[in-house]
């Protein structure tokens, strides 16, 4: 069945750091790739998205880019700010399925 | 509504007693969603209503859990004889109806369920 993979956290950053979080899944036939934020007390969020291969997911100053060849979609940011505190899910739509499967999310931590 | 609302928030209760939990989708979002976050875990997918087709019930994890929908609005999901095992906060998500796979769903703050 389809899945999805993520890094574990915890993950802790100085303010200003580079933020990679890695993503790869495994799917049927070609799914759309998905980040959500969940920030704390909230709902998740769409962070941002792409529907195929080589687009790039881009919003906030955070990118994921659709890599068919590694099955990844690994979310950065070069410069990472107290407010991005938060939970982050990996996420893949694939086939005739509406529901999104999800990862298990990684939290980040972001000190000033 | 301007998002989706959950209701309760918060339900304490005690094994073996039935809860319901209440999502009021985005009002035109005629697709609507049930997932479970358990502590430290992913979301797990229980079931998908899409206007007035059959719901997707393939992720319920046992006949003790059940979902209703009327029409495109309130969807109310039922636990029966809780057990400590369905603690977790279960979400609520909505999105329109789209032909490709390409939906964004919008989530609901969620309703944490205790169970003693």
């Known amino acids: 069945g389809d899945s999805v993979t993520q890094m574990e956290g915890p993950v802790t950053l100085s303010e200003e750091a580079f933020l990679t979080i890695n993503c790869t899944y495994t799917?049927?036939?070609?799914?759309?790739l998905f980040w959500y934020v969940q920030y704390p007390g909230e709902g998740l969020q769409l962070l941002l998205k792409?529907?195929?291969?080589?687009d790039k997911g881009s919003n906030k100053g955070f990118e994921a880019t659709y890599r068919k060849e590694t099955t990844s979609f690994h979310l950065e940011k070069g410069s990472v700010q107290v407010s991005d505190s938060a939970v982050y899910f990996c996420a893949l739509s694939a086939g005739s399925a509406r529901q999104l499967t999800f990862g298990s999310g990684t939290q980040l931590t972001v000190l000033p | 509504g301007a998002g989706v609302s959950q209701s309760p928030s918060n339900k304490v209760t005690e094994k073996g007693k039935d809860v319901e939990l209440r999502c009021d989708p985005i009002?035109?979002?005629?697709?609507l969603y049930w997932y479970r976050q358990r502590l430290g875990q992913g979301l797990e997918f229980l079931i998908y209503f899409q206007g007035n087709s059959a719901p997707d019930k393939s992720g319920l994890p046992s006949d003790r859990f059940s979902a209703e929908r009327t029409g495109e609005s309130v969807s109310t999901l039922t636990i029966q004889r809780t057990q400590q095992e369905d603690s977790a906060v279960y979400l609520c998500?909505?999105?329109?109806?789209?032909?490709?796979?390409?939906?964004?769903?919008?989530f609901g703050a969620g309703s944490r369920l205790t169970v003693l």
């Open positions: 792409a529907t195929k291969a080589d």
């Open positions: 799917a049927t036939g070609y799914p759309s």
């Open positions: 998500a909505s999105s329109l109806a789209v032909l490709s796979g390409a939906n964004v769903l919008t």
């Open positions: 009002s035109g979002h005629t697709a």
